[in-house]
């Protein structure tokens, strides 16, 4: 299916929230103009080819009317209780030609009876309905998280349950395939189904990916990442990602919708790289996508059109180094023909050969795709990709697996032919389809950081392009002041920002930063290691972790120089793959003479592990000189400590 939506819509869509604790009010569910249509359509036009709802999150909340629970849709004031947001959303894909899919959080923070075996019963339960009342549904989403406290029912406790065996998955298996043969599983808690998450939120897999893992035994993050070679189940990888930093809707994320570079960049990153693609859309209160993030999708879906829309290999002359058997039903032009049934093959002892493809004449192009007969397993472990420029062999590309599709980016190179070498493969060669395109250049926006002096740094994507930037709010265009190097600034500031090739006038899109109180004065306190001041350097890159004595709870206090009037924070954990240190409970204390600490906030980062993104958390404005950051718990339950940046949000102007 390549590429289908994730719609993100419940009970936190009203209360600005991650993720619910189960005890929030049902009357809040009342989206005034729900139109599952709108969603659908959207994705339609996005060349989206399904829609997985979440019919119920970790809150408990569900948005069908459940027999087995009050907490639904049939108890809030949206069409008096009569309303199934499901049942729309199933006749809307119907009226598209969508597929439906279905993400039931096994973690029930409503529940009264989460972490018992009764509630088993319950889930299976609702899986039934689910399963039997919607028509054909294409994939069940089993979210992995199980976060602990929660409002069960009243008990407003911490309950844990072992992931592996609690839902006792082989049994709810069984109940689905018996409910839904067709219908794939994604699991990335105990028993392995039959897609794999790929151990991050954040839109790439792998650049080595193989579909396959072991059907039994524990799956680190790192082989979600990559799979794994001699696997013996096929566990295909599918990049989960939001078009907004979070899965819910915030209104605060109206500027943060992902960019058609970066669209286009997650789509290289997974698709590109022998994995689904499910891209979320955030339902707001109202019961629509928002407009940019429609806009958004809809340009992403004409660029990737734009992009394949040529395919300068069609039906060119080929020619393989090896032909199995020197039959012509497994020749090089089955590699061309646009028949992905059909293959070129090599003979079975044949693990390295090439396959050029002559263009006819000097023919520019930029994108290689290439893709496995998937029917026989996914064998090729590397391979290389070289252009015949005036008379001459030169690599332009090169890659390790291959699967279902790969499509490499390289700079535009214009030749005469274009050559495959696989240099390592499991077993022998089998290609189905290979492309070559000239896709148009999309240019990417430029990052901005302040550094603790106050200057400004802004780092292009790419070296050719030039930055124009604005700092009174308005929109950059190319003949805005253009970047030539840091600068400094103090106060409050507003950047915006462009990266414009000056040859083909083409600009990115905008990017905005806003930044708060200069920290020029600011110092953190008790702390003599150098390093620390990554905490407030500007740059997500650099991250600092308190020492091995630092023991739970761990504090960071920094002193401001001065009194501020403060009504809010930012912290930004190590934003990388897995990164260490990431604090998941925490408590914010502010002081006038770091002495007496008042607290101020207090709470949990949801979803920080999977989706390390920079939490904004905001409180009655309070005038203090000294904050600390009280870390009470982590994402490994250990003492580990990490900050890429602290920051305060101040309520003057
Ligand atoms: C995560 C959840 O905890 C998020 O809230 C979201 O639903 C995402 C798709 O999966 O693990």
Redesign the pocket.
Known sequence: MESYA?V?FSLNTYTDQ??GFGNEDVNLFNPKDLDCRQWARTCKEAGMKGIII?AK??CGFCLWPSKYTAYSVKNSPWKNGKGDVVREMADACKEYGLKLGI?LSPWDRNDPDYGKPEYITYFRNQLTELLTNYGPIFEVWF???NGGSGYYGGANETRTIDRTTYYDWKNTYALIHKLQPNCVIWNDGGDRGDLRWVGT?AGYVGETNWSLLNATGDVPYNMLHYGLENGNAWVAAEV?TSIRPE??YHPAEDTKVKTLPQLMDTYYHSIGRNATFLL?FPIMPNGLINERDEKAALEFGKAVKEAFAVDLAKIKKTAASNVRGNNKDFGAGKAVDSDNDTYWATDDDVKTASLTIDLGKPTTFNRFLVQEYIPLGQRVKAFTVEALVDGSWKEVANATTIGYKRILIFPSVRATKVRLNITDSKSCIVISNIGVYDAPQILTAPSIIRDQSGKIIVNPADKESVVYYTLDGSAPTTTSKKYTGPFQTDGKLDVKAIAGDPTTGKSSPEVEEKFDLPRKDWRILGISDEKANAVLDGDPATVWHQGKDAKMPVDLVIDLGKEESLSGFRYLPDPGLWGPGIITTYQFYVSADNKEWKLVDEGEF??IK??PLIQIKNFAAVKARYIKLRALKNTEGNDNTGYAEVDVITSQP
């Open positions: 994730f993100h991650s993720w979440t999150h970790h993400y979210d992995g998280a939120e989960n899965w819910f979320n949801s979803n999977n989706n």
